[in-house]
């Protein structure tokens, strides 16, 4: 019998997770796994670590290697790009970057696990050296070039969302650092106005230049860029690290599958799309929110791999078993040792979707008020939940310490729709060698249903 052929375009979190799960759950089966890159698998999620020298090394920070695939029976194609998908012969067209050479890889099951490139501001010196790209692994080699070298003395970020990585970064490094973003506060996207005031004045504190409500306009210079053109006047620079955002790796994709207008592909509740037999994961799809009740862009390495192990477990069948039951969302934002951590929907989304929502938010100390304060971290703990039925829709954390936990209990409360009330009686340890008497999860339910604070 005939092995079943699965090719998987893309070597990220999605294809990594699939490919590996398709050989460790099927018997006869064919995994071949096309990455357009040189490097393979490449966590741009550790690009801030290894930048801050804080890993292995850069050939270190990635999923996988060529030869753990090949090992478990797999086959992997660096540098390989697919280029066109011809749905009659049930092949998928790649050409070789470095050769040109072009190949046809047939499937009896395609997964693409494409992803998102980097965007790029499109204005007038975008051409210019030493405007770089945060993400990916050729950018990071040139970024760790750039921080060591004394030439470049101002370095300016475009971005207050991700790009605050790079602002840390270039600052500990001993650059003079502007961030530039149109937004009124660093991370408004993300988080609410309390937590940004509170970024605000940690990336001041450690002297990063805010150039916030600001528009780029173009970048000057002379064969290498010297100034960022804004609505304000030029800002001074010998680099430009641009973290606008992401796009959808499809345009090679339009005409044959169906996309959304800004080129996500859709899928069906199975991440089916309308080819028989080809289904898509990862960055560039909208998979279902749970909190949200309807399709979002959750980017992150958790939801490519939730939604592999669900394509894999149900690839063979003629109809699912069951739909995909969605995804929670949550990602860590950081700056300077300050910590937030943010799952669900945040209020501005929510109410941009027209849903009635409230939030609340408790500031105290981690422990209680008879240890130090210099033993005992400030602490913010917030709630976005429904007005009428109270159920919790988001949440967030922000400390100093390490509250990641507390924010993992959120999105568990978030995933099995739990209420205000849930939380306010739910009970856990109690000691004050970590926290109060009633955690910090109590505390916020309570406050938003009106209790009298006792601790």
């Not at 993400?135 to 790009?163: F, L, P």
Request: glycine share 8%; net charge negative.
């Amino acid at each position: 019998m005939d092995k079943r052929k699965i090719v998987i375009i893309g070597a990220s979190h999605g294809g990594h997770e699939a490919a590996f799960e398709i050989l460790n759950r099927y018997d006869n089966v064919d995994v071949t796994v096309l990455e357009q890159s040189d490097y393979i698998s490449f966590m741009s999620c550790g690009m801030k670590l290894y930048l801050e020298g804080e890993t292995t090394g850069i050939n270190d920070v990635r999923n996988f290697r060529a030869e753990d695939l090949k090992n478990r029976g797999g086959h992997m194609y660096n540098n390989t790009k697919a280029t066109a998908i011809n749905t009659y012969t049930n092949t998928v067209t790649a050409e070789n970057v470095k050769t040109g050479e072009k190949k046809d890889f047939h499937y009896d099951k395609l997964i693409i696990s494409s992803g998102v490139n980097p965007a790029k501001l499109s204005v007038p010196g975008s051409d210019l050296k030493n405007v770089l790209l945060m993400r990916g692994y050729d950018w990071a080699k040139e970024i760790e070039v750039a921080k060591n070298d004394d030439s470049i003395k101002n370095v300016a970020i475009i971005g207050a969302g991700n790009g605050i990585a790079a602002a840390e970064v270039m600052r500990k490094a001993g650059k003079n650092v502007t961030l530039i973003d149109g937004g009124k506060k660093p991370l408004e996207k993300y988080l609410n106005n309390t937590y940004t005031d509170v970024f605000e004045k940690v990336l001041t504190k450690n002297g990063v230049n805010l150039a916030m409500d600001t528009m780029v306009k173009g970048f000057s210079g002379n064969g290498r860029v010297e100034a960022v053109k804004t609505n304000h006047g030029d800002i001074p620079t010998d680099l430009v690290i641009e973290a606008i955002g992401v796009k959808p790796n499809t345009d090679w994709l339009d005409g044959t599958i169906d996309l959304y207008d800004n080129g996500y592909i859709k899928t069906d509740e199975y991440f089916r799309t309308n080819v028989p037999n080809i289904y898509a994961i990862g960055d560039a799809v909208f998979p279902y929110s749970i909190p949200a009740n309807r399709r979002v862009p959750i980017p992150s390495a958790i939801a490519a791999r939730h939604e592999a192990q669900y394509v894999v477990e149900h690839l063979f069948e003629l109809t699912p078993s069951r739909p995909f039951t969605g995804i929670v969302g949550a990602q860590v934002l950081e700056a300077f040792g300050m910590h937030a951590v943010t799952t669900g929907l945040n209020k501005k989304n929510a109410e941009k979707a027209g849903m009635d929502v409230a939030e609340i938010t408790l500031k105290d100390t981690l422990r209680p008020d008879y240890i130090p304060a210099d033993k005992n971290p400030e602490i913010y703990i917030s709630l976005v939940y429904d007005k009428n039925s109270h159920q919790v829709l988001g949440g967030s954390t922000l400390s100093t310490y390490d509250i990641t936990g507390q924010a993992n209990v959120l999105s568990l409360a978030i995933r099995e729709k739990l209420t205000l009330e849930d939380l306010a009686e739910a009970d856990f340890f109690f000691s004050p060698s970590f926290d109060r008497q009633w955690n910090m999860v109590n505390l916020v339910a309570q406050k938003a249903l009106g209790y009298d604070k006792i601790v």
